[in-house]
């Protein structure tokens, strides 16, 4: 009896260990993956508007972030479904780490369309981390819209006219890029995480239906089958996305730093000139 009963015990420290492992488990995890992404959507923009130095800043800080969130959470074993060990997780991590290592090179070298699209597959492999492990993450539904967005602009560039088949095959890729905005939409912004105020979400909740508004004016120039407002209408919907999408990044620090040398440079110039008279 006093067997069983020491062998209960134990039993029920391990179960609680176990628990206590585990259960913050995913709490620190949304936590840190936050901080990753407010660091990855500068080095991702920055690089796509060819600001060499920016891009230099953005991607120095999005490898500290990545060194610390890797070495962190590269090892960790999460379930998912019926109890599934999630086979894929280190080598998800391990393709992260070659796409970031190999877009810091690229930077360095001064080419940021290249470095761009390597940063761009980063999110989308947490993406698909997060979708296995059942996280609900607004940013997900964010990159979703915005793959199947640039598909609408890009199946129409170089376009002045449309055939019935052009406009149906615009009508898959909208219903594509609608499904990926609704899921969006619906999953609710991690506002503390993201360390957003009243005013700032306020902001970002107006983007939210501003975007509504131009996927509706789409979908009825679809509809109507109106060529110039279909060009138009899709073209309207980039532009108040990247401000949506720049909300989640952590920017600050860049200018903060682009100032700092920018005035050692002015001081430095003068200094040089007063030498000179």
């Known amino acids: 009896m006093k067997n069983k009963i020491m062998i209960l015990i134990s039993l029920l420290f391990f179960a609680f260990l176990f628990g206590c492992a585990q259960g913050p488990v995913q709490p620190k995890l ?19 508007l060819q600001r060499q130095r920016e891009s230099e800043l953005a991607i120095e800080g999005l490898k500290k ?15 998912y479904g ?26 360095k070298k001064g080419d940021l369309s290249a470095a761009n699209n390597k940063l761009a597959g980063v999110r989308l492999i947490l993406k698909d981390l997060r979708h296995r492990h059942g996280f609900e993450y607004f940013l997900d539904g964010l990159t979703g819209f915005d793959n199947s967005m640039e598909g609408i602009i890009s199946y129409l560039k170089g376009k002045d006219k449309l055939s019935d088949k052009e406009v149906a ?12 905005w609704s899921q969006a939409a619906a999953t609710k912004v991690e506002t503390e995480l993201f360390g957003f105020k009243a005013d700032k979400l306020a902001a970002v909740n107006k983007r939210v239906r501003d975007e509504e508004m131009m996927l509706a004016s789409l979908a009825a120039a679809l509809s109507g089958r109106n060529p110039d407002q279909i060009f138009q209408t899709a073209q309207d919907l980039k532009p108040n996305f990247i401000v949506l999408y720049k909300a989640f990044g952590d920017w600050q620090p860049i200018f903060d730093q682009v100032v700092k040398e920018r005035k050692a440079l002015d001081a430095k110039e003068n200094k040089d000139k007063d030498k000179a008279k």
């Open 82 to 107: 019926m109890d599934i060990t999630d086979k894929f997780w280190q080598e998800d991590f391990a393709k992260i780490e070659r796409l970031i290592v190999t877009a810091e090179g690229l930077v």
């Open 169 to 180: 095959k615009l009508r898959s890729l909208f219903k594509e890029a609608q499904s990926n």
């Open 30 to 48: 949304m936590e840190s993956m936050v901080a990753l992404d407010r660091v990855y959507i500068p080095a991702l923009l920055f690089t796509d």
């Open 65 to 79: 972030e990545w060194d610390k969130f890797n070495k962190k959470y590269a090892t960790l074993e999460l379930k």
